[in-house]
């Protein structure tokens, strides 16, 4: 595995290691990587910087699920080679040592974000992003491309699966979302922005199990969404505030104000809880939907991701 120490990444080497498996993950920081040594992986030491060391490291492996990646929304120019190395170098690193290595069975995973906007549809895998919209964010433009590097890799005869995670909430979620959830369930979130983007709810347990299903049982070639219920982020809240017994927030800030915000935003960079490159954050966000449709995981895999009701429980234990 790759990516096993982040909070995607742990769930499916905790999933795979509850059924037994034996679990190789490659980190950059064994001491850092606890949690996977407590549940029994095998720690290997790399950076994913180099298609030798990775095609080493992947001899004798009987399969490869590759998690690693950077996810963040609202980032400065100065940081995008960083996620661009993170998100497409890395892949086509991995996939192309994969191949060295002679590795019988790959999932990738992706993101329905590569479908772009959906304008309020719930697309399924046939759908084809319109490229003249544009990118919504740098986090959506390289993981485009580092999906079209996993599809030519299928091209290319790999044995390759594909994944494409929904919105992913739970346990240790550090994300915008999950902090705006988890501030809503403890009655701590006073305000809301952005609150009509449209997602596709999974917890991350129910991807997890997602993601060692396509490993098992996907169709080489095949892409797979693996999504949750649709909502708007304001019903999302809604919902987690209801699950903790509190009030959602009254307070809601137009995004015409947040605009008006951007020119100040640049000069001073985050300030106030403002992202570092808001215009990124209100293109990312306002009114756009990434809703996606997993009726064909349920069919091939057994794919099923509870409401969001039920798993905002799960999430805050309630």
Known sequence: MTGAAGFIGGAVARNLRGRGDQVVAIVRDPARAGELAAIGAELVQGTLDSTDEIERQLRGADGLIHVAGAYRIGILA???????????GTTTRVLGAAAAAGTSRIVYTSTV??????????????????????????YDQTKYRAHEVARARISAGAPLIIALPSQVYGPGDHSEAGRQLGAAYAGKLHYVALADVGLSWCHVDDLADGIVRALDRGRVGEEYILAGPSLRLREAIATAARVGGR????????????????????????????????????????????????????????????????????????
């Open 113 to 138: 974000n590569v479908y772009g906007n959906t304008h309020g549809r719930i697309v399924d895998e046939t759908c084809q992003r319109d490229l003249a919209d544009g990118f919504r964010s740098y």
């Open 247 to 318: 009030r959602p927030p009254r307070v809601s800030v137009p995004t015409a104000l947040l605009r008006l915000l951007v020119p100040l935003n640049r000069r001073i960079g985050a300030a106030g809880g403002l992202p570092a490159n808001l215009a990124e954050t209100i293109s990312a966000a306002a009114g756009v939907t990434y809703w996606a449709n997993p009726a064909k995981a349920e069919r091939e895999l057994g794919f099923v991701a509870r409401d969001v009701e039920a798993g905002l429980r799960a999430t805050f234990g309630a």
């Open 78 to 88: 100065e940081e995008r080679p960083a996620m661009l190395d993170a998100n497409v």
